[in-house]
């Protein structure tokens, strides 16, 4: 799935929003969504460790209200100023605006993106299933920290278990990890309430998360740059992936991988076969490969820079359906029962059915059939469109 100590949350992450989200907060735009699903808030509660262990309160938790969708991220080295938040909230069409905290941490050896948040309100602009869970918030505000579902089901940390954490300033203290919960903002990792995070030295109000207008986000991110801080980063946010008509995808101009570059990349996947799947895994180094870090090896080889995460991956190119997939391209699914939606798995298809894969923890790089559960299709690669979301 990813590297946990080379995440790049879209742009920001890379560069600034882990070195910045090592800085302080974040503020999140969204906009409205459909309320509760009962049938969806029960399937998540097996994501959640039992609370009897916790210090929970019923009436530590505000019930969720309105859900928004994150749209825009913005970050900065220090403490954003105490009127940014009102100021964005101001902007006509703005509707939430969510201040966090946000640092690059280690959580159980792991170098990955944590959020400092308050339950009662950041809880709002999560997936529907996190969302809805009344347990994993309470968890969170009693101290607990809740994980992404492939952190925890790839990366083999188990439900209510001790594991150690490390924020900016102070090195591991110990938290118990409340709940698989994927927030669906690729390399975050981990969420601690901002009561947590301060004790962890991790720096407050740097970040913020925003909820926009569908279809209006880059206006908005014009908005912002003028509006903020320079220092202050903005970015969008898990960006829409585009699903064009297959007929219409180049075949030329560099737009597209050429012959040659697909048998190198196929021929540099195969070199890892029998290699262990690791979680953050993309170099003999680690000692094996995920999913994605598979896909970055290959197309390294080829002279093609993707991006780290699976769910930046698939924006790599062109989604077309799984039935027009030829030999090069990337098969992707969103298998996180957290986050539906969110795309968490990829391969390289072969051709004929079979594609070459990282499955998951306790397997190898292996070849596969192909299976269409949860599948969203197939990416067929842009070079240069890839490298400039590498960063």
Not at 26 to 32: D, G, K, P, S
Not at 79 to 100: H, N, Q, T, W, Y
Not at 118 to 141: E, G, I
Request: proline residues 7%.
């Amino acid at each position: 799935m990813r590297k946990p100590d080379r995440r790049i949350l879209p742009t920001i992450i890379g560069v600034s929003v882990v070195t910045t989200l090592a800085a302080n907060g974040a503020v999140l735009v969204a906009h409205e969504q459909s309320g509760p699903d009962p049938r969806t808030r029960a399937e998540h509660q097996k994501f959640v460790a039992a609370s009897g262990s916790s210090r929970l309160s019923p009436t530590v938790v505000a019930p969720l209200g309105k859900r928004l969708d994150p749209h825009i991220l913005v970050a900065a080295p220090t403490a954003l100023p105490a009127d940014a938040a009102s100021k964005v909230r101001a902007l006509k069409g703005v509707a939430g605006v969510e201040v966090v905290d946000a640092v690059q941490a280690m959580v159980s050896g792991r170098r990955v993106g944590l959020l400092g948040v308050d339950p009662s309100t950041f809880r709002n602009y999560t997936p529907k299933p996190t969302a809805q869970s009344d347990a994993l918030w309470r968890n969170v505000a009693a101290g607990d920290a809740a994980i992404s579902f492939t952190m925890g089901s790839d990366g083999g940390i188990d439900l209510g278990t001790q594991v150690p954490v490390g924020g900016q300033n102070r090195q591991e203290a110990r938290l118990r990890v409340g709940a698989y919960a994927t927030m669906g903002i690729s390399d975050v990792d981990a969420v601690v309430s901002r009561t947590t995070a301060r004790s962890l030295g991790v720096p407050t109000g740097n970040a913020m998360l925003v909820s926009v207008p569908k279809g209006k986000t880059g206006d908005y991110l014009k908005r912002l740059k003028k509006m903020l801080p320079k220092q202050a980063k903005t970015v969008e946010i898990n960006p829409s992936i585009d699903y064009p008509k297959a007929e219409k995808v180049p075949t030329s101009r560099g737009q597209v991988m050429t012959a040659r570059q697909v048998q190198t990349v196929i021929r540099a996947a195969y070199t890892r076969l029998g290699w262990p799947y690791v979680w953050g895994g993309e170099s003999e180094a680690e000692g094996g490969y995920d999913c994605s870090g598979l896909m970055q090896y290959a197309f390294a080889k080829a002279g093609i820079r993707l991006p780290r995460v699976a769910a930046d991956q698939a924006r790599a190119g062109w989604v077309i359906p799984y039935k027009k997939a030829q030999p090069g391209d990337m098969l992707i699914w969103a298998n996180d029962p957290t986050a539906p939606g969110y795309i968490s798995h990829i391969a390289l298809y072969l051709g004929e059915g079979k594609m070459l894969a990282a499955p998951r923890r306790g397997t190898v790089v292996q070849v596969q059939n192909v299976y269409t559960r949860n599948m969203k299709g197939a990416v067929r690669v842009n070079p240069r469109h890839a490298d400039r979301i590498a960063g």
